[in-house]
């Protein structure tokens, strides 16, 4: 063994020491346990963290499966049944037009799940890419795209949102896409913070001395070490999408008229709120119940990961 | 954070573009055609009107309204912030004009059910077929300043209103019936009007049905009514605040000795809406001038909250276009018109207030409106056959609106869906929809389908000459039939009440067989008051104020 390799060993972290000796990937995933990284034995002992999961696994399950849980129409209007308080027949009573606002309720978890989880993928890949290479290679490039994401954060992000999505015109892709966009610098500063950090360990030095290409250093090596961050800025985020994407519904941005989508729904009710408190009440408490669970989730992986 | 600005609120209670909007949708929200309207008249009910005795004032109906009341007692009313000046030559929104009539009077005051009653004019008669208008003016009415109203003073005030330079709102109501020029005097109490063409409405062109044709004095200066409020209505303005509200007191030298009732009201300006209905509901007033029945039908009853509710005139118009298909087909339309539930648009779309349409442009508020023309009402069976004959197997269209017509479009949507015809909704904003250039491409007069909100008009051919006769300014459906625009003619110029109701019948039933338009409603207006405090007060289709019968309980 040369001196090199066996600095190189010494200063590797856990994950590059499992591969080093060639352990398997079991030995990784206890190592990192101990450690107090992201493994999920330590979290589900946190009840905060389950009580997260349930919320999020819940409307995940509400939104693929309405059709079959939900009691009524969501859309079927029956102007003879309109407002009427939550009753027996109706457990969360009825809209302007007759619709029974539990089924409306159900039915709306589909487009928030199915445009804020897309919208954060796209912002964390973007973000997460932006950031490595900003973190690793400095320089001219990240100096300019650390401008454009200072200017990001400076501008109000769902003024520019809404402006964007008024002259684009509403669509699901338009939606998405404009969400992904402004939760994308939040993404990369993160990540490039972290890959600063990373970028002057003992480990990336020595993967450079071994004359490890540019992009294998950063796949390989790097990303791993700034899973965590990845993970956390993804779950926070994806609670921001949430929140972007029930504001441009509320904003009439979002989907087209008379979805369920909940953001939509108390934009159209919220003339009834002091006469008709239900038709607005149960898809704000939609709204925040899902947002919370994913906080809940999001502030345990940053706890989580902060002991590392 | 909105998108756009808030829009002021129009004199049904609704919210309104802005003061830069579209010329035609100016119009369309505000006023809309008086001009260019369908002349002809009831000319027997304003002669019987023009009878009327003297000391009936603009308000009431007659002197049944002045007896009854508690004298003295001051109430407090809610309303939108006026979002335009308070100046009666170019006010348009209905805080404003409430306020206004409370202090300025009309030749002709227009009641909720659409009657003339007369106000500063005793009596009014036509000649030259209609051509010439005379107008007797009540003697012994004086401005709350002393001064007498004579028959120039009225002519300054027609002459203000005809003058382009002050763009007037009521300009565009005399378009091609009366020009500037056309208003001359006769002797000290006596008006006459010499008019392009002949019109038998024109009476309601000088009433309050034209807002703004209020008679101010000689002397009064474009925008300097909260400054010098002078009129000869039944209270004087004492104080004013764009930021706060307004404040009345009794016009001590008010014509009618027995009215008003109250000695003074007070106006709380509020933000919006629900501010104005979070007021009444918790006793800060005692009334509002507007408001909208969304909100207060579903508390009507509750405490001693209650609504009156009156009919009027008006529409949203569920346009197809009949040169484009799937609509070149008569059945097409007919089909689409057989699937809509009148009742159920009534009740999701206008809270219940309001009347049924029959795809005719004639409201039942209207003298000449046919009443033999059968109800038509909903019939899948018809739907399917008429479809079948049409030779369209799938319908499918886009209905283009905008955010105002956006629970009839999705009522609509649902009932057509439930007979089989798919409807996809195009929302735009008000700028798009009514944005664009008039002959050739916006989006209200050009798309397939579409739905336009139509203000309430006092006269039915205010909406037939520019919606469906042949080449008519806002005709979207693109609609021409020789027939229709015969009888239309006919229908302005006739002045006997048979001819013009025969007329009437060959226009709504070429109306209702061709279904260019759709219209399945009537909306009405409603009024809110706390019945334990204020007693007398009406709902007006334009939510006019009169508070001359008006008293504390």
Same mark, same amino acid.
């Given at each position: 063994?040369?001196?090199?390799?066996?600095?190189?060993?010494?200063?590797?972290?856990?994950?590059?020491?499992?591969?080093?000796?060639?352990?398997?990937?079991?030995?990784?995933?206890?190592?990192?346990?101990?450690?107090?990284?992201?493994?999920?034995?330590?979290? *589900?002992?946190?009840?905060?963290?389950?009580?997260? *999961?349930?919320?999020?696994?819940?409307?995940?399950?509400?939104?693929?499966?309405?059709?079959?849980?939900?009691?009524?129409?969501?859309?079927?209007?029956?102007?003879?049944?309109?407002?009427?308080?939550?009753?027996?027949?109706?457990?969360?009573?009825?809209?302007?037009?007759?619709?029974?606002?539990?089924?409306?309720?159900?039915?709306?978890?589909?487009?928030?799940?199915?445009?804020?989880?897309?919208?954060?993928?796209?912002?964390?890949? @973007?973000?997460?890419?932006?950031?490595?290479?900003?973190?690793?290679?400095?320089?001219?490039?990240?100096?300019?795209?650390?401008? *454009?994401?200072?200017?990001?954060?400076?501008?109000?992000?769902?003024?520019?949102?809404?402006?964007?999505?008024?002259?684009?015109?509403?669509?699901?892709?338009?939606?998405?896409?404009?969400?992904?966009?402004?939760?994308?610098?939040?993404?990369?500063?993160?990540?490039?913070?972290?890959?600063?950090?990373?970028?002057?360990?003992?480990?990336?030095?020595?993967?450079?001395?071994?004359?490890?290409?540019?992009?294998?250093?950063?796949?390989?090596?790097?990303?791993?070490?700034?899973?965590?961050?990845?993970?956390?800025?993804?779950?926070?985020?994806?609670?921001?999408?949430?929140?972007? @994407?029930?504001?441009?519904?509320?904003?009439?941005?979002?989907?087209?008229?008379?979805?369920?989508?909940?953001?939509?729904?108390?934009?159209?009710?919220?003339?009834?709120?002091?006469?008709?408190?239900?038709?607005?009440?149960?898809?704000?408490?939609?709204?925040?119940?899902?947002?919370?669970?994913?906080?809940?989730?999001?502030?345990?992986?940053?706890?989580?990961?902060?002991?590392? | 954070?909105?998108?756009?600005?808030?829009?002021?609120?129009?004199?049904?209670?609704?919210?309104?573009?802005?003061?830069?909007?579209?010329?035609?949708?100016?119009?369309?929200?505000?006023?809309?055609?008086?001009?260019?309207?369908?002349?002809?008249?009831?000319?027997?009910?304003?002669? =019987?009107?023009?009878?009327?005795?003297?000391?009936?004032?603009?308000? $009431?109906?007659?002197?049944?309204?002045?007896?009854?009341?508690?004298?003295?007692?001051?109430?407090?009313?809610?309303?939108?912030?006026?979002?335009?000046?308070?100046?009666?030559?170019?006010?348009?929104?209905?805080?404003?004009?409430?306020?206004?009539?409370?202090?300025?009077?009309?030749?002709?005051?227009?009641?909720?059910?659409?009657?003339?009653?007369?106000?500063?004019?005793?009596?009014?008669?036509?000649?030259?077929?209609?051509?010439?208008?005379?107008?007797?003016?009540?003697?012994?009415?004086?401005?709350?300043?002393?001064?007498?109203?004579?028959?120039?003073?009225?002519?300054?005030?027609?002459?203000?209103?005809?003058?382009?330079?002050?763009?007037?709102?009521?300009?565009?109501?005399?378009?091609?019936?009366?020009?500037?020029?056309?208003?001359?005097? $006769?002797?000290?109490?006596?008006?006459?009007?010499?008019?392009?063409?002949?019109?038998?409405?024109?009476?309601?062109?000088?009433?309050?049905?034209?807002?703004?044709?209020?008679?101010?004095?000689?002397?009064?200066?474009?925008?300097?009514?909260?400054?010098?409020?002078?009129?000869?209505?039944?209270?004087?303005?004492?104080? !004013?605040?764009?930021?706060?509200?307004? $404040?009345?007191?009794?016009?001590?030298?008010?014509?009618?000795?027995?009215?008003?009732?109250?000695?003074?009201?007070?106006?709380?300006?509020?933000?919006?809406?629900?501010?104005?209905?979070?007021?009444?509901?918790?006793?800060?007033?005692?009334?509002?001038?507007?408001?909208?029945?969304?909100?207060?039908?579903?508390?009507?009853?509750?405490?001693?909250?209650?609504?009156?509710?009156?009919?009027?005139?008006?529409?949203?118009?569920?346009?197809?276009?009949?040169?484009?298909?799937?609509?070149?087909?008569?059945?097409?339309?007919?089909?689409?018109? !057989?699937?809509?539930?009148?009742?159920?648009?009534?009740? $999701?779309?206008?809270?219940?207030?309001?009347?049924?349409?029959?795809?005719?442009?004639?409201?039942?508020?209207?003298?000449?409106?046919?009443?033999?023309?059968?109800?038509? =009402?909903?019939?899948?069976?018809?739907?399917?056959?008429?479809?079948? =004959?049409?030779?369209?197997?799938?319908?499918?269209?886009?209905?283009?609106?905008?955010?105002?017509?956006?629970? !009839?479009?999705?009522?609509?949507?649902?009932?057509?869906?439930?007979?089989?015809?798919?409807?996809?909704?195009?929302?735009?904003?008000?700028?798009?929809?009514?944005?664009?250039?008039?002959?050739?491409?916006?989006?209200?007069?050009?798309?397939? =389908?579409?739905?336009?909100?139509?203000?309430?008009?006092?006269?039915?051919?205010?909406?037939?000459?520019?919606?469906?006769?042949?080449?008519?300014?806002?005709?979207?459906?693109?609609?021409?039939?020789?027939?229709?625009?015969?009888?239309?003619?006919?229908?302005?110029?006739?002045?006997?009440?048979?001819?013009?109701?025969?007329?009437?019948?060959?226009?709504?039933?070429?109306?209702?067989?061709?279904?260019?338009?759709?219209?399945?409603?009537?909306?009405?207006?409603?009024?809110? !008051?706390?019945?334990?405090?204020?007693?007398?007060?009406?709902?007006?289709?334009?939510?006019?104020?009169?508070?001359?019968?008006?008293?504390?309980?």
């Amino acid at each position: 063994m040369t001196s090199a390799e066996v600095d190189s060993a010494a200063t590797r972290p856990p994950r590059e020491e499992a591969a080093a000796s060639g352990a398997p990937h079991r030995a990784r995933d206890q190592a990192r346990a101990r450690d107090g990284s992201l493994a999920p034995r330590g979290l *589900v002992r946190r009840p905060s963290f389950v009580v997260g *999961v349930c919320l999020l696994v819940g409307w995940v399950v509400v939104a693929v499966f309405w059709p079959w849980l939900a009691p009524a129409d969501p859309m079927a209007q029956n102007p003879s049944l309109r407002l009427l308080g939550p009753s027996g027949g109706h457990l969360f009573g009825t809209d302007q037009f007759g619709r029974d606002v539990l089924s409306r309720v159900m039915a709306g978890a589909r487009p928030v799940l199915e445009v804020a989880p897309l919208a954060t993928a796209l912002a964390v890949a @973007a973000g997460s890419l932006l950031g490595l290479v900003c973190g690793m290679r400095r320089g001219l490039v990240d100096e300019i795209v650390m401008r *454009v994401v200072d200017m990001f954060a400076v501008f109000p992000s769902l003024v520019a949102a809404v402006v964007v999505v008024a002259l684009a015109g509403r669509s699901t892709t338009t939606l998405v896409l404009v969400i992904a966009t402004f939760s994308t610098p939040m993404v990369t500063r993160s990540v490039r913070a972290a890959a600063l950090v990373e970028r002057e360990k003992p480990y990336v030095e020595a993967a450079r001395l071994r004359g490890e290409p540019f992009w294998s250093l950063l796949w390989r090596e790097v990303l791993p070490n700034v899973s965590g961050t990845v993970l956390v800025e993804a779950t926070s985020g994806l609670g921001n999408a949430i929140f972007a @994407a029930s504001t441009l519904s509320f904003l009439g941005l979002g989907q087209a008229p008379g979805s369920p989508e909940w953001g939509a729904s108390v934009a159209d009710n919220r003339v009834f709120l002091q006469q008709c408190w239900w038709t607005v009440l149960f898809p704000a408490l939609a709204v925040g119940s899902l947002v919370v669970g994913i906080a809940l989730i999001a502030d345990n992986l940053r706890e989580q990961a902060t002991r590392r | 954070m909105p998108l756009f600005p808030t829009l002021p609120i129009d004199i049904t209670g609704n919210r309104m573009p802005s003061a830069a909007e579209h010329p035609v949708r100016t119009l369309l929200s505000r006023r809309g055609l008086l001009a260019g309207a369908g002349a002809g008249g009831v000319a027997a009910l304003l002669a =019987a009107c023009g009878s009327s005795g003297p000391g009936a004032h603009p308000g $009431s109906a007659g002197a049944a309204g002045a007896t009854g009341g508690r004298r003295g007692g001051l109430i407090t009313l809610g309303a939108p912030t006026p979002p335009t000046a308070l100046d009666p030559v170019t006010m348009y929104d209905g805080t404003a004009i409430a306020l206004v009539q409370l202090v300025a009077e009309y030749l002709i005051w227009l009641d909720q059910d659409f009657q003339l009653h007369p106000a500063l004019a005793t009596g009014w008669t036509s000649s030259e077929g209609g051509r010439t208008w005379s107008f007797t003016l009540r003697k012994g009415v004086v401005f709350s300043d002393g001064t007498p109203l004579d028959a120039p003073t009225v002519k300054a005030s027609f002459d203000r209103l005809l003058d382009p330079a002050n763009k007037s709102a009521a300009l565009s109501a005399f378009a091609s019936v009366l020009a500037a020029g056309g208003v001359a005097v $006769s002797g000290a109490d006596t008006v006459v009007f010499h008019l392009q063409r002949p019109f038998s409405d024109f009476p309601y062109l000088v009433s309050a049905g034209n807002y703004n044709a209020l008679v101010l004095k000689a002397d009064y200066k474009l925008g300097m009514f909260a400054q010098r409020p002078i009129g000869t209505g039944p209270f004087l303005l004492d104080s !004013y605040d764009v930021g706060k509200g307004a $404040s009345f007191s009794r016009n001590p030298k008010y014509r009618d000795t027995r009215t008003p009732y109250l000695d003074g009201v007070k106006v709380v300006f509020h933000k919006d809406a629900q501010a104005d209905l979070l007021a009444l509901q918790s006793g800060a007033i005692d009334a509002q001038i507007l408001s909208q029945a969304d909100l207060v039908v579903p508390i009507a009853g509750s405490g001693s909250i209650a609504v009156d509710k009156v009919s009027g005139t008006g529409l949203s118009a569920f346009t197809l276009r009949v040169d484009r298909p799937p609509f070149t087909k008569k059945e097409v339309r007919q089909a689409i018109a !057989y699937a809509l539930d009148r009742p159920g648009v009534l009740t $999701s779309v206008y809270n219940g207030v309001g009347v049924a349409g029959n795809d005719h442009l004639f409201a039942p508020a209207f003298a000449a409106a046919p009443k033999d023309l059968p109800q038509r =009402a909903k019939d899948a069976a018809k739907v399917r056959s008429l479809l079948s =004959a049409a030779g369209v197997g799938n319908l499918r269209f886009t209905l283009s609106f905008d955010p105002p017509s956006k629970a !009839y479009a999705l009522v609509i949507q649902d009932q057509l869906k439930r007979v089989g015809i798919t409807v996809d909704l195009d929302q735009q904003t008000s700028e798009a929809f009514y944005g664009g250039n008039q002959e050739t491409d916006t989006p209200w007069l050009f798309t397939d =389908a579409n739905l336009v909100g139509w203000a309430g008009r006092p006269t039915p051919g205010q909406f037939i000459i520019p919606m469906v006769k042949s080449h008519g300014a806002w005709n979207g459906s693109k609609y021409a039939n020789p027939v229709l625009d015969a009888a239309a003619d006919a229908y302005d110029a006739a002045t006997d009440p048979a001819e013009r109701r025969k007329q009437a019948a060959i226009i709504a039933r070429a109306l209702h067989e061709d279904v260019p338009v759709i219209i399945t409603a009537w909306s009405g207006a409603v009024r809110a !008051y706390r019945s334990d405090r204020v007693r007398g007060l009406r709902a007006h289709p334009s939510a006019f104020l009169d508070l001359t019968t008006v008293s504390r309980v």
